[in-house]
Each structure stands twice: as C-alpha cells, then as structure tokens.
C-alpha cells in the first residue's frame, strides 16, 4: 500500500512506523522542527519510561505528492480545514481519524465526498523531546480497537481492505458501520472532560475534587441525552443510567490512572486548548440541529 501519513504527533508518528515496519510504502508529512528531528533521526519510540530507543527510518515529507492508495490523517480539529486544502487535489482515499463530530459533510465538500472515510485511533503515548513513549500492550489495548468506517454506515470493500491491512502490521482495527455516531458520542463525553482537565490544571487534581468531578458527570449526561441519533456504543448509556456516586467514584479512578496521565488529557499545549474549543464548537451546533448558535447545548462548565 502506498501511503501517506498526515501529521507526525504521537498516533500518527506510532501508525507510521508500525505501517513501514510492515513493508508498506509510506511517506510521514511533518513540519517545523519536527520536519527536520524526522530527516535527522527518524521516528524514535520506546514504551514508556525505557531507557531503549528505537529508531525507525520512515519517510518524510513537507507536501503530499499525488497518487497514494490511502491518506490518513492524524491531527487536531481545528488543524483539519488546512489538511483540507492541501489534500484537495491529491488522488487517494482519505481516513480521518481524529476527534470530529461535524459528520463526513464538511470534509466532502472540499476534497470530495467519495473520498471521505471516518475512524478513531486508539494508539497513546507522550512525546519527551523528539522521542514517541508509547504504552505497553495489555488487556486493554488488545480489546479496544481503531475504528473505521463509511460515514453513510455501508460495509464496503476499501474499508475491509484498509482493516486487513492494519492488522497485517499488527494494528488491532475493526470496521464501525456507525462511525459517524461514535465521534458524536464521544465528542460528547470528551468535551466535558477536557473542560474540567483544563480548570483543574490536569486529570490528577481534577480527581481530586469530587465536587468538580461530578459537575463534570452532569454536563456529560446532559450532552448524551441531547444527541440526535443513538449512543454509539451502546456501552455510553451507562453513563446516563448508572447510580452518579458510582460513576464519579469511577471516573475519580480512571483521573488517577497512569492511562490517564500519560494520555492527551495532560497537555496543556495551545494545540491541545484550540482542539477543544472546536470540538465544543461542532457538538454545540450538532446538539442545537436547526437552532445552532441559540446556546442550547450543555458543552461548558461556565
């Protein structure tokens, strides 16, 4: 497969490697500093707090070419509209997978919208310097999976072909036939949370404020119930229908968590803030439908 891989942060520096490891042709797009830690080093990982450093010598790119098989996308929210435009008149599919919830539409109107494909990943980690600290496969890791699949919900061949060859370069993936659901969902929960990690100045202080932790809850359950379409997954009802004590004593845990603190939630980058504020942006116009803008959605703390 030729490839090329749109944005060099951790899930995209991580998908790269794994995709060239795997004998694909891949090219990474990178800019600025990263641009050139790339040309010099390569993508250097290693699992978490290792001393060991691999160093894997994929491509890299400033500008897509042309003529890719397949072009995923791993950046920030509010960096898609300038994606948009430098993909517009390069030929190949394009996987989206990043946090979304304004649907397939805006993305087909400018790069066409028999290109479009949705997903989410699911590799983490941090960057400490120009090195990826991944986590170590587990459980959890092993049962949940990158998501992908047509906007419209169809089973498709290219979208069996792309979760094929994902796995193929040992990359757990699954085809979604409501991908489309599932970003609103959880941009849904997402939003609330990472407006209460920002307030409190980061996941452990926020666990360590009950009181805040379950005005959090509040505002989740509210988006949730507000959604125009079915939870996806189904596993999200719970957090409308459980016991609130239960679920804040949960998510207190979960705050806590070394999944927690070494994922995005910790960062307290500008990027970081400018992709929140769009999410929120997309979920209050999704949740107001034809009224979008009247305020009616429960997105903020504030």
Do not use: C
Not at 186 to 192: D, G, M, N
Not at 223 to 233: D, E, K
Request: aromatic residues 4%; charged residues 20%.
């Amino acid at each position: 497969m030729k490839l090329l891989v749109y944005g060099a942060g951790v899930t995209g520096s991580l998908f790269a490697a794994r995709m060239h490891e795997a004998g694909h042709d891949v090219s990474l797009l990178a800019r600025g500093e990263r641009l050139a830690d790339l040309r010099r080093h390569g993508v250097r990982r290693a699992v978490e707090d290792s001393p060991d450093v691999e160093r894997i010598p994929v491509p890299v790119v400033e500008h897509p070419a042309g003529g890719y098989d397949l072009i995923t996308v791993f950046t920030r929210a509010h960096q898609v509209d300038e994606v948009l435009k430098s993909l517009a008149d390069v030929d190949g599919d394009v996987l989206f997978l990043l946090n979304w919830a304004a649907g397939a539409e805006p993305l087909g109107a400018v790069i066409g919208h028999e290109r479009v494909l949705l997903g989410f990943p699911t590799d983490g980690g941090t960057m400490d310097g120009d090195v990826v600290r991944y986590r170590a496969a587990g459980p959890l890791t092993r049962l949940v999976a990158t998501s992908i699949g047509e906007p419209d919900g169809r089973s498709t061949p290219r979208v069996d072909r792309i979760v094929r060859t994902f796995r193929g370069a040992g990359i757990n993936a699954k085809a979604e036939p409501r991908m489309d659901a599932w970003l609103k969902t959880h941009a849904a929960f997402e939003v609330p949370l990472g407006q209460a990690v920002e307030a409190a100045g980061g996941p452990v202080a926020l666990a360590g404020d009950p009181a805040a932790v379950r005005a959090m809850l509040h505002l989740m359950r509210r988006n949730l119930a507000a959604l125009p379409m079915p939870l996806v997954p189904r596993g999200f009802v719970a957090l409308r229908t459980l016991p609130a004590g239960l679920l804040v004593a949960v998510l207190r845990r979960f705050l806590r968590s070394r999944t927690a603190v070494q994922s995005g939630l910790s960062s307290t980058s500008p990027a970081a803030a400018a992709e929140l504020e769009r999410l929120a942006e997309q979920l209050r116009a999704l949740i107001a439908g034809p009224q979008a803008g009247s305020g009616q959605a429960s997105t903020t703390s504030t």
